[in-house]
């Protein structure tokens, strides 16, 4: 399974440059040449949510029917579309753009996951999520500094067209993965969907929110602290978690993922918490370092969490789950964070970020306690 493997790790790359290409423009062009408020960009950020939860379930069901490439496929045109509408230069193209690219995100990210675990075996599935992942974030360091130096010599225009010629590339290379690896789940209970993955879900949900602030809000913070751009934070961002997640890739599958999930949460929450006490671009840079750290191994090991206590027959379904609360936790960040800062300012928003990574620190502990008395 090496080479279909390597094809997937290929497509999701190709995706994921696409998506950090746009990732701080997106924002820029609202506040920028559209005019808008940073409540525009919460709702931006909403509307993404809202479209891949709602697309995700139903999408669930269809893969496992018909198996992960077609979706994989159709969620890599789809973000291609998604990126091109942003031509229309207007709110209007940037809502429609947002759904468009909820529901790629949908089909492609929950089909791949799945079909990850179907390419590896039981002992090594957080370390081949981890070697996936770091396509993710590979992506994501390659993609903001190519989108801020495309933004700033030729234009958005140039951003959208190269994003979406990413995503034509990703759907073309899409074509040639398997059809299916194993045979489709059986269809679980939602009843015990919950009862299975109701802690990894929180897990998952409050360090996305820190990730999902930090990169929603970091482009207008590094201008409110005086940097010119944040290109060299996302790409330190990026470039730390994909470091550690390499150092860490054979090392999650000999520990219990309950502890490892604990030190995520920590170093997730001090890289806030420093960022919103420090308002200077050392301060800035030293709390992405430590949230980076703790975003390296907070997914794929919560996400094999959610995977290994799951009912037989529901890998498809839990996962769906799992990718469903990611993406919903990305509007709760658009929303809270976005109120925050209006209220309170920008560094409350990062404070209010790492605050929820402590809450899932407690849930943790109280889940431990239970288990082990």
Do not use: N
Request: glycine fraction near 8%; charge should be positive; proline fraction near 5%.
């Amino acid at each position: 399974m090496a080479r279909p493997y390597l094809t997937l790790w290929a497509v999701a790359f190709a995706y994921f440059v696409a998506v950090g290409l746009t990732s701080p423009e997106v924002t820029r062009y609202v506040v920028g040449p559209l005019h808008a408020s940073t409540l525009v960009v919460g709702a931006a950020a909403v509307t993404f949510s809202a479209a891949t939860v709602l697309a995700r379930f139903r999408l669930a069901a269809l893969i496992a029917r018909f198996g992960p490439r077609p979706a994989i496929s159709a969620g890599c045109v789809l973000l291609a579309a998604a990126f091109l509408a942003l031509h229309a230069h207007s709110l209007a193209a940037v809502f429609a753009s947002r759904i468009l690219v909820g529901v790629a995100d949908a089909a492609m990210f929950t089909a791949a996951t799945t079909l990850v675990y179907e390419f590896a075996p039981a002992e090594r599935a957080r370390s081949a999520m981890s070697y996936f992942t770091i396509s993710i974030y590979l992506g994501l360091l390659v993609g903001p500094v190519l989108g801020e130096t495309a933004r700033e010599h030729l234009g958005y225009g140039s951003v959208w067209t190269a994003a979406g010629l990413l995503g034509a590339v990703a759907a073309a290379l899409a074509t040639t993965l398997p059809q299916r690896a194993i045979a489709p789940d059986a269809a679980p209970t939602v009843r015990a969907d919950i009862r299975t993955v109701w802690l990894p879900a929180l897990l998952l949900g409050v360090g996305t929110l820190g990730s999902a602030g930090y990169s929603t809000f970091v482009p207008i913070y590094a201008t409110w602290i005086g940097q010119r751009d944040c290109a060299v934070d996302l790409a330190v961002l990026a470039g730390v978690t994909l470091l550690v997640r390499l150092a860490s890739a054979p090392i999650v599958d000999r520990h219990r993922p309950e502890p490892v999930a604990l030190i995520a949460l920590a170093g997730t929450a001090a890289g806030l918490g420093l960022i919103a006490i420090d308002h200077t671009s050392r301060g800035l840079l030293s709390g992405t370092i430590l949230l980076a750290a703790g975003q390296a191994v907070a997914f794929p090991v919560v996400l094999s969490l959610a995977v290994q206590r799951a009912p037989s027959g529901a890998r498809t379904r839990v996962v769906s789950i799992m990718t469903a609360c990611h993406d919903a936790t990305y509007g709760l960040a658009g929303v809270g964070c976005a109120t925050v800062a209006r209220l309170a300012g920008l560094p409350s928003a990062f404070l209010f970020a790492g605050a929820a990574s402590g809450l899932g620190m407690f849930a943790l502990a109280i889940d431990h306690r239970r288990r082990h008395t």
